[in-house]
T-cell receptor, first 113, second 112 residues
Framework: GENVEQHPSTLSVQEGDSAVIKCTYS??????FPWYKQELGKRPQLIID?????GEKKDQRIAVTLNKTAKHFSLHITETQPEDSAVYFC????????????FGTGTRLQVFP | NAGVTQTPKFRVLKTGQSMTLLCAQD?????MYWYRQDPGMGLRLIHY???????AKGEVPDGYNVSRLKKQNFLLGLESAAPSQTSVYFC???????????FGSGTQLSVL
């Protein structure tokens, strides 16, 4: 079925360290993979996305890598800062019948000063 | 330009009561979605719409109904609320599925 698995569920790092969150998806036809950040009490907001014709995409301190063969993609945050503390969600577009955007279960990232 | 507006922001229901959540967007988006967010379970898709007059089931559609009579509005209905429907509900919209989702501010629903 349509499924996105996300790990880890919680992640604690020291300020300045890197953080990596991984997601796997079930549908080999999936072709769009966004990442959303949700701060406490706020709505989710898109931080970066990648399409299946690209292996890696960077935007300042964040990057996403995609391995279509293994059906997994990862979010990398370098030089973490306390304001990076939030819940991060990966998602994948499933389009066998009609378009759906399915989210992973989320990773709570805590960056300690 | 308000973006995506959800009403109400908070609601408490008794088991068996009904209610409708309203989502309105002013960005002329084709796609609209209803998600529920529960601790440890992420954002789960309830129903979605790819255009005015269309609706489709998501991951967890049971107990909910939706309607998209106007392009800018997407309504989520609970006909007979159950405690398992206690959750935070988010509406979202986008031009296409492969574009940024704009989320509403969420509705905290408690069913007693």
């Amino acid at each position: 079925g349509e499924n996105v698995e996300q790990h880890p569920s919680t992640l604690s790092v020291q300020e300045g360290d890197s953080a990596v969150i991984k997601c796997t998806y079930s549908d080999s036809a999936s072709n769009y993979f966004p990442w959303y950040k949700q701060e406490l009490g706020k709505r989710p907001q898109l931080i970066i996305d990648i399409r299946s014709n690209v292996g890696e995409k960077k935007d300042q301190r964040i990057a996403v890598t995609l391995n279509k063969t293994a059906k997994h993609f990862s979010l990398h945050i370098t030089e973490t800062q306390p304001e990076d503390s939030a819940v991060y969600f990966c998602a994948a577009r499933f389009n066998r019948d009609t378009d759906k955007l399915i989210f992973g279960t989320g990773t709570r990232l805590q960056v300690f000063p | 330009n308000a973006g995506v507006t959800q009403t109400p922001k908070f609601r408490v229901l008794k088991t068996g009561q009904s209610m409708t959540l309203l989502c309105a967007q002013d960005m002329n988006h084709e796609y609209m979605y209803w998600y529920r967010q529960d601790p440890g379970m992420g954002l789960r898709l309830i129903h979605y719409s790819v255009g005015e007059g269309t609706t489709a089931k998501g991951e967890v559609p049971d107990g909910y109904n939706v309607s998209r009579l106007k392009k800018q509005n997407f309504l989520l209905g609970l006909e007979s609320a159950a405690p398992s429907q206690t959750s935070v509900y988010f509406c979202a919209s986008s031009h296409r599925v492969e574009e940024k989702l704009f989320f509403g501010s969420g509705t905290q629903l408690s069913v007693l």
